[in-house]
């Protein structure tokens, strides 16, 4: 029987953390086939099992380009997630997937992109920042925004210092007031905020906005008044999901059903959905 | 020409079924004032009359409260999964209620829009449908409000129509019905009648329209404040599926099951960071119909709903599809 809610093995290769309470992991096929044919797009989720207590819902990290491992990226906060914490290098973890849309990075090709990310937000961010930069010719200037409640919220920030080595590639970290430390360098403020003061000039950019309801709701009248169209700001959705393959009604909003018509939507296609994400 | 069974006839073939191996299944009475679709042991168990129809709906036969997705192992750092390779018998439901045989197509799609969910379908092919059409309504049947009647033949494989005198006219509508019923009937002359009610109660189109644009509307929130969230409505729903998956047994490795799960539940959308989506029981009731009268036929064409009334009958404070959208026809 062909059994799509069976998931592929993975083995933890390499595990960092991140913040007290983030950590991210590198994982690998257990299966070498599985290893070889896989494929997905950046921005597509996973399904991610701990075994004997569940499964939970990431984005996929790790740029489409990296054929070797992925990686993901995550806060305790639940009982998957509080499993998948004590998980170390070696263990074995299941994965199902990749689910839903993914970015389109084809259809960015020769456009200004702009990046803005609060907390959390960052890894569904981190595997299009790679991946435009290992398609730099593609793209145009690159604006990564980043901000978090606290200096120590902050994840990869080493990964930030390298993108900045980049061409044409602006970084702008940021904390929230009092969230610096005495020795912070980056901004303080919140990342709408930051982002408008920082004046971008971008010529009809590609804004891709993650973070939590409050600042993508405070980021979208900055972006209207830079001329920003609706159609070229898109977000992702991570509702609550179960299945990832459109059967068990979770995270249905309006006429979508996100884990397969999402989780990438532009505010234009969101402008239409009832409030319910 | 017709074919027609006598009840003893029908009942002893139920027995002959259950011998040579097939499930059936069935309404039987399983306290003074409870009816259920239930495992039968014998045709006998069987009950055909005396009741509008059972508590629970056919569901359960084809997508089951639990089901074990597969089983695994955990030993050290290794995982070892397990198929769940349980052979399946032939089943039979038999007396299901038109308006329960009729959610077993609408709900086709969902587990097969792109992925095929082979855990439904392996029980769909192994299933018979036999549905006994009704005589009669109650206060809280709508089959006419939404395109079906008493004596509608969709999703099933055979229906009977009573006769009177504890007969009925087999109709055999597949292959899958006409084995079970081949040599088993006999001619007449007789054909069956079903009810001719319920009235229609509303306007399935009126009801979309307005669910459709009254996302925001205090009329919500008027309904659900009698609602407890319990479930009840989902859980006996023909047509309601959303479902959870979860880990069951011990933490050395047990199984994964999908389990029924309902938007009614709080925590149902609420996202790690602590947001919820729908925060409040009106966005949940909501939700309900919404994707019923809304949702569901965008994106399949159908809806979500028999008008089998068993989300009216079960309710504990009267709340229900039929209450809150008739309301919505009648303003």
């Not at chain 1, 990564?144 to 902050?154: F, Q």
Request: charged share 25%; proline share 6%.
């Amino acid at each position: 029987m062909d059994n799509v809610y069976k998931p592929d093995l993975m083995e933890v290769t390499n595990v960092r953390q991140q913040t007290p309470d983030v950590k991210s992991m590198s994982l690998r096929f257990l299966d070498p086939g599985r290893a070889r044919n896989f494929s997905f797009q950046v921005g597509q989720f996973g399904i991610f099992s701990a075994f004997g207590y569940g499964e939970s819902t990431f984005n996929i990290c790790s740029s489409s380009n990296w054929k070797d491992h992925i990686e993901i990226c995550f806060r305790k906060v639940g009982r998957v997630t509080e499993a998948l914490w004590r998980t170390e290098e070696k263990d074995v973890v299941g994965f199902r997937g990749p689910y839903g849309n993914g970015y389109p990075m084809e259809a960015w090709k020769g456009r200004d992109l702009i990046f803005l990310g609060g907390g959390i937000a960052m890894p569904p961010i981190r595997c299009a920042v790679w991946y435009a930069l290992e398609n730099r010719a593609d793209y145009g200037d690159i604006t990564v925004v980043y901000g978090a409640r606290t200096v120590a919220d902050l994840v990869f920030l080493n990964e930030l210092d390298e993108w900045a080595k980049s061409e044409r590639v602006r970084i702008i970290r940021c904390v929230d007031p009092s969230g610096e430390t005495p020795g912070w360098k980056g901004e303080i403020g919140f990342v709408p905020h930051v982002f408008e003061r920082a004046q971008v000039a971008a010529k009809d950019p590609v804004v891709l906005v993650i973070g939590p309801p409050i600042m993508i709701k405070n980021t979208l009248p900055i972006l209207d008044k830079m001329g920003v169209k609706p159609a070229s700001v898109y977000t992702s959705i991570e509702n609550r999901m179960k299945c990832g393959i459109g059967k068990c009604g979770r995270c249905n909003v309006g006429p979508l059903y996100l884990c397969k018509e999402g989780p990438v939507l532009t505010m234009e296609q969101l402008q239409r959905l009832p409030a319910d994400y | 020409m017709s074919e027609i069974i006598s009840q003893a006839a029908l009942r002893a073939l139920a027995t002959e079924w259950i011998s040579a191996g097939k499930n059936v299944a069935g309404p039987a009475r399983v306290k003074p004032d409870l009816v259920l679709y239930r495992p039968l042991r014998s045709g006998n168990d069987l009950l055909l009359e005396g009741y509008q129809r059972p508590s629970n709906s056919i569901k359960e036969f084809l997508f089951p409260k639990s089901e074990k997705l597969y089983g695994y192992k955990i030993r050290g750092n290794s995982i070892e999964l397990t198929e769940n390779d349980t052979p399946l018998a032939a089943q039979v439901v038999i007396a299901a209620r038109p308006c329960d045989a009729a959610a077993l197509p609408v709900l086709d799609h969902v587990f097969n829009w792109d992925f095929h969910d082979e855990f439904y379908n392996r029980r769909r092919a192994a299933t018979t449908v036999v549905t006994l059409a009704c005589i009669g309504y109650d206060e809280n049947c709508f089959c006419t409000s939404v395109g079906l009647d008493p004596g509608s033949d969709r999703g099933s494989d055979a229906i009977l129509f009573e006769l009177g005198n504890r007969q009925y006219e087999v109709r055999c509508t597949t292959e899958k019905g006409r084995a079970l019923f081949g040599g088993k009937t006999q001619k007449s002359d007789l054909t069956g009648r079903s009810a001719t009610g319920p009235e229609k109660r509303f306007d399935s189109q009126v009801v979309r329209e307005f669910v459709g644009t009254h996302f925001e509307d205090p009329f919500w929130k008027e309904h659900a404040l009698t609602c407890i969230g319990c479930g009840t409505c989902a859980f006996s729903c023909p047509a309601c599926h959303c479902f959870d998956i979860v880990d069951a047994g011990p933490a050395a490795g047990n199984e994964r099951v999908k389990t029924w799960d309902s938007c009614q539940f709080s925590m149902f959308t609420a996202h790690a960071s602590g947001h919820n989506p729908r925060v409040v029981q009106a966005a949940r009731q909501r939700q309900r119909i919404l994707h019923k009268f809304v949702i569901y036929p965008e994106k399949f064409g159908e809806i979500l709903c028999t008008g089998c009334g068993n989300c009216t009958r079960n309710c504990p404070v009267g709340l229900g599809v039929l209450s809150v959208v008739s309301e919505i026809n009648h303003g």
